[in-house]
């Protein structure tokens, strides 16, 4: 599978729909949001940034943010967390009535992660000598709950794409398939954020701006680094979990869990 289909989301999943991602673990949907959304989205990213920057946020709920440099030297946020607690276009975003149907892929108890695990995140990817943010190790998202002591609940996770990338821009890599596997492989297919080269099973996520994805919380995944340098290597991205299980919400005396510290292997 080195390319794959991509789909348009109706007012339900078709059956066609639920057999590709139970088979491979991950699907993309087509334009979800329309370009002038997703400039407003960037716009209110920036907004929340400018406040951080201003407040010395460090911290959101006990999730770490990640700051890094722009192509100018400026100070960015190239990891929010909880983005949909800080502004209202992106509370806005995740009431968007269209996540109930993807809720259904999770079915009893599913909901948006919106107060619990880092809410909704937002990435910022720029690659540059000065950017602290250019790609991700391989990893599975469930291995955050291996690590709170809970048994493994469904978790997907549902990312809203903001820029319009080729393969050379880098970007989401995922290993079809790789969600139905044994703990075992979970745990140690690979070493977990240290590994980032490709596998020669790996599918590259090539999105346009307003795309949305699933992946499956089991499936290993990374982000490969532009091979571009400067402006066009710029990725911005928002996941959010569907979650289902324990109501866990964090809150601002919330600590800092072990998993989170992993965030700082991350270049
Ligand atoms: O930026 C991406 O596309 C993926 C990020 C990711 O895998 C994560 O934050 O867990
Ligand atoms: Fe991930």
């Known amino acids: 599978m080195s390319s794959y289909k991509k789909f348009t989301l ?7 729909q639920q057999l590709f991602f139970n088979e491979h673990g991950f699907i993309h949907f087509k334009n979800f949001i329309k370009p002038e959304t ?7 990213s920036q907004q929340v940034q400018q406040q951080w920057l201003n407040a010395g946020t460090t ?5 770490p943010i990640k700051y890094g440099k722009d192509l100018d030297g400026s100070d960015i946020v190239q990891r929010f967390a909880f983005i949909n607690q800080h502004h209202d276009l992106f509370s806005g975003l995740a009431d968007d009535p269209r996540f109930g149907i993807l809720l ?8 948006l992660g919106t107060r619990e695990k880092d809410g909704m995140v ?9 950017s602290a943010f250019t790609k991700m190790g391989w990893h599975t998202d469930g291995l955050r709950d ?27 890599r995922v290993l079809p398939g790789t969600h139905r596997q044994s703990l075992y492989q979970m745990l140690f297919r690979k070493r977990y954020f240290l590994d980032n080269e490709a596998d020669k099973h790996e599918v590259a996520i090539i ?4 795309d949305l994805t699933i992946h499956d919380g089991r499936l290993w995944h990374r982000v490969a680094q532009s091979t571009v340098i400067g402006e066009e290597s710029r990725r911005r991205v928002i996941y959010i979990p569907i979650i289902a299980g324990k109501f ?9 869990v072990f998993y989170q510290k992993f965030a700082g292997l991350v270049k």
């Open 104 to 111: 259904e892929m999770v079915g009893q108890g599913a909901r």
């Open 207 to 210: 999105p346009e701006a307003g």
């Open 38 to 44: 997703v400039d407003s989205i960037i716009k209110a």
């Open 122 to 130: 937002f990435n910022h990817y720029v690659n540059s000598s000065q």
């Open 59 to 63: 911290k959101v709920n006990g999730v």
């Open 248 to 256: 866990e919400p964090k809150h601002a005396d919330s600590p800092t």
């Open 146 to 172: 291996i690590f709170h002591g809970s048994r493994l609940n469904p978790m997907l996770n549902v990312g809203i794409h903001l820029n319009s990338l080729k393969a050379e821009h880098g970007g989401l």
């Open 10 to 16: 109706g007012e339900q999943l078709t059956g066609e």
